[in-house]
């Protein structure tokens, strides 16, 4: 590989670190994305551009002409994959952007094992030493794997899916994955097709088939708010998987971006695992995650205290020290901009008002922090869980918006809820707690919640733009 190629890696490579460094704060995120976005299209196009040299000098007899038909193919390629990403992209919601996510890592996955079929059924893969085999095919389970899991994922979290109990279901995943094992080995060692009766292609196509159908299996029974965990989880594993292709095909970036994407995700899975306090295990083996309808009717049923948008203004204008909990029903309500001119409100007549931000609040992680930089918030007035969580006990106000179980106090106390230790803002623990939300609906994990029927605890029924809209035209008949 010639040197200015492999210097537009290494400088697509820092171009990536900087921008994933730069993405751990709101402040600098923006700037991070367009980093590594630059770096991504650099090795792309340096990729690009490289082939047809490799396939001009090499100039094979015979070949000629060739690396035209795959100059098309690749054009092709990039037409099919880049018009729907950018076109979907764009119309995406923010509260879609989960799956959004999870089917985009699943196509890598898919890409991953795709280039390892290639290897494998060109016999290329098994040409070296027997490294070159056990990677590729390690590359090609763990990659089909995540494909097919992250389709289950898209399907759950687009709620096109629900999540059907398995009887045994640990059982049958077990025996599977004995199986699975078996073909990974076979498949390392192309000779073995022939103890088995089958040729080399249909022993890998099996083996492929049987990973994707793996993944299904075992993402199926997952409910959904576990989902970002396990987004996270394949996120990792087929960085991983995409790193591994990247040493079968001997090329420097994508083993790095592979091993940078593998180890950002397993930083994210034990945080997010750790912010819904789950283990690792508990989420990929137990089940839980889908209590649904039948937890939301087990809860307590007493009448909420409700009252009016501009009374709930003019409460919070006659206070000092007023904390606002955002959650998934403003993202839904798109009230953030709505919201931040109320607060500049607030705060011309002295109020002090900061932002509580939960690190699983909204539909994925860093959700809020984004909705409301896109409003414009200064980030000294958004605060994490560990900063802000014991001055709820000095707040005049929790005004909490569109956000349900990152407040519910049956994480702390209740051992037989589905949320029990999961850390939650102590939004009960202010002097008055504000909700706006539009009825009764209970949070993502489907359970009831408490602190709505607090003594000090007074609903503000309707959609957070409408009640905010109001609460800023009570503000300005003060
Ligand atoms: P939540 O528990 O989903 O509650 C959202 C609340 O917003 C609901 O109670 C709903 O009540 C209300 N709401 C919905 N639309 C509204 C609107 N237009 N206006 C006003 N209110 C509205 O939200 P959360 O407290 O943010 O908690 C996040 C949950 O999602 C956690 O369980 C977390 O584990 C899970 N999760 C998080 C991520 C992540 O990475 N952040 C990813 C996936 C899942 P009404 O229907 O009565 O209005």
């Known amino acids: ?42 090795a ?78 060109s016999g290329r893969a098994y040409l070296g030493s027997l490294e070159f085999p056990i990677i590729a095919v390690i590359g090609a389970l763990v990659g089909a794997i995540g494909l097919g899991g992250s389709i289950i994922a898209f399907l ?29 080995v076979a498949s390392i060692f192309p000779s073995s097709a022939s103890y088995l009766n089958l040729s080399v292609d249909s022993l890998v196509g099996i083996f492929l088939i049987a990973s994707l159908v793996f993944g299904i299996l075992i993402t199926m029974p997952i409910g959904g708010a576990d989902m970002p965990v396990v987004i996270s989880t394949y996120n990792a594993c087929i960085g991983l998987a995409v790193g591994f292709e990247g040493f079968v095909l001997q090329n420097p970036a994508m083993i790095i971006a592979g091993m940078i994407v593998g180890a950002a995700g397993t930083l994210l899975t034990v945080l997010m695992a750790k912010a819904m306090n789950r283990s690792f295990f508990n989420v990929w083996l137990s089940g839980f995650g889908d209590v649904g309808t039948a937890a939301t009717a087990a809860g307590p049923q007493q009448a909420m205290k409700s009252m009016d948008a501009r009374d709930a203004a003019a409460t919070m204008a006659y206070f000092e020290d007023v904390i606002i909990v955002p959650g998934y029903g403003l993202a839904v309500a798109q009230a953030q901009h709505k919201l931040w001119e109320f607060v500049q409100m607030l705060q011309k007549r002295g109020v002090r008002v900061r932002f509580a931000i939960h690190p699983v609040a909204g539909r994925m992680p860093g959700h809020m922090s984004v909705l409301l930089a896109e409003a414009g918030v200064p980030y000294d007035m958004i605060y994490d869980l560990e900063e802000i969580n014991s001055d709820f006990v000095n707040a005049d106000v929790a005004l909490v918006i569109g956000a349900n179980d990152v407040v519910n106090p049956a994480a702390r106390t209740d051992k037989s809820s589905p949320i029990y230790g999961m850390p939650i803002l102590n939004a009960d623990q202010a002097r008055q707690v504000l909700v706006i939300k539009r009825g009764r609906g209970a949070g993502f994990s489907g359970i009831e919640n408490e602190l709505f029927f607090g003594a000090n605890t007074q609903l503000v029924f309707g959609d957070a733009q409408d009640v905010i809209s109001k609460m800023i035209q009570g503000l300005k008949e003060l």
Do not use: C
């Open 156 to 184: 759950k979290l687009q709620g096109w899916m629900g999540s059907p109990r398995i009887v045994g279901r640990n059982f049958i995943n077990a025996i599977l994955a004995i199986l699975l094992l078996a073909l990974t």
């Open 1 to 42: 590989m010639s040197f200015a190629v492999q210097a537009s890696y290494l400088i697509a490579t820092l171009l990536l670190v900087l921008g994933l460094k730069q993405m751990s704060s709101p402040r600098t995120a923006r700037n991070g994305m367009l980093f590594a976005g630059v770096g991504m299209l650099l």
């Open 44 to 121: 792309t196009v340096v990729t690009f551009l490289y082939l047809p040299a490799v396939h001009k000098l090499a100039s094979l007899p015979g070949h000629e002409g060739v690396w035209w038909h795959r100059l098309a193919l690749i054009l092709i390629a990039i037409a099919v994959g880049g018009v729907p990403a950018w076109w979907s992209g764009r119309r995406v919601p923010l509260t879609d952007m989960p799956q959004m996510v999870a089917i985009y890592n699943g196509l890598g996955g898919g890409a991953a094992a795709a280039i390892a079929a290639v290897e494998m059924y």
